[in-house]
């Protein structure tokens, strides 16, 4: 028998750059994730819409990755009341507006400073909208990453730790920081919580939980066994990513923010020493626009 979604629970699925924002109505609504920087308006005026003249309460942040939380200063500034909580192990670089900390520098990528009031923190129970939530740690695609389950219903709102087809690149492993165990155990984790529901980070809302973690498992093999794969494949997120958010680059503007972006040098040393950066870079761009993500004009490099 098909469990209904809850009619409580709004999800806004958004398309790239932007992650998926869900709103927990009730007497305080609460919104979970605001999308990526560029988009935030849209993000404001969805909230506007979906709230009409009740004002949003809280606005929690699975992690904080740009595209899950670039909205939050947009949303701070509509709503003055608005509290927010941040994962428990990023309150200091928020407060402190660390971006290095905060990952913003690293991926080239653009966060609107925002403040945070309160913490997330795993293993706790929340009160959220008209439902009792609990907080799970999350780490892998992001260390200090949680995700939120609400038993009755058995939704889960896993963020980047479990797509309908996979998950998040997983950032750690990418400056040698050891993480696809942790990713495995997130994922043993989701198994034991046995969700109906899940609402990920990006995509649709889905309920085939098993088919998904196969497939969570069997790329995450993958990743083990050829993790320069991993790291190829991570380098061309990263320029697909920014080439959605420009649309358009014109070479010298391609090559200054490749040079300027420390995850590529990070990403270069650590997997691609052998080869020259300017020489990889363009082996991931042209495998790109074989693959219709891109496209040259001239001079220019364009989103498709």
């Not at 590529?264 to 691609?272: G, L, P, V």
């Amino acid at each position: 028998m098909t469990r209904p979604f809850p009619a409580d629970i709004t999800v806004f699925e958004r398309g790239w750059l932007s992650s998926n924002n869900i709103l927990l109505r009730g007497e305080q609504p609460v919104l979970i994730d605001s999308g990526y920087a560029t988009h935030a308006a849209q993000t404001v005026a969805l909230v506007e819409d979906a709230l009409q003249e009740q004002p949003l309460a809280l606005l929690l942040n699975t992690h904080l990755h740009s595209d899950h939380c670039g909205g939050n200063a947009a949303l701070q500034r509509r709503y003055p009341a608005l509290r927010t909580e941040v994962p428990a192990g990023e309150a200091s670089a928020v407060a402190m507006w660390d971006q290095g900390a905060l990952s913003y520098r690293a991926t080239g990528q653009q966060c609107p400073r925002f403040t945070a009031q309160g913490t997330l923190a795993g293993e706790t129970e929340r009160q959220l909208g008209d439902r009792r939530w609990e907080v799970h740690a999350a780490p892998g695609h992001d260390p200090h990453s949680v995700m939120l389950f609400e038993p009755a219903s058995r939704t889960l709102i896993s963020a980047d730790a479990l797509w309908e087809h996979g998950f998040g690149v997983v950032f750690p492993e990418l400056i040698g920081e050891p993480s696809f165990e942790e990713v495995a155990a997130t994922l043993d984790h989701i198994e034991r919580l046995d969700p109906y529901w899940i609402v990920p980070g990006h995509g649709r809302v889905f309920s085939e939980v098993e088919t998904a973690l196969n497939t969570a498992r069997r790329r995450l093999d993958g990743m083990v066994r050829d993790p320069v794969k991993h790291a190829r494949h991570a380098f061309k997120v990263l320029i697909k990513f920014k080439l959605l958010e420009q649309q358009r680059m014109s070479s010298a503007q391609w090559t200054d923010w490749r040079d300027s972006t420390p995850y590529f040098k990070a990403i270069h040393t650590r997997f691609f020493s052998a080869w020259k950066l300017d020489a990889l870079s363009e082996e991931l761009l042209e495998e790109l626009i074989g693959s219709g993500a891109a496209r040259r004009e001239g001079d220019s490099l364009v989103d498709v």
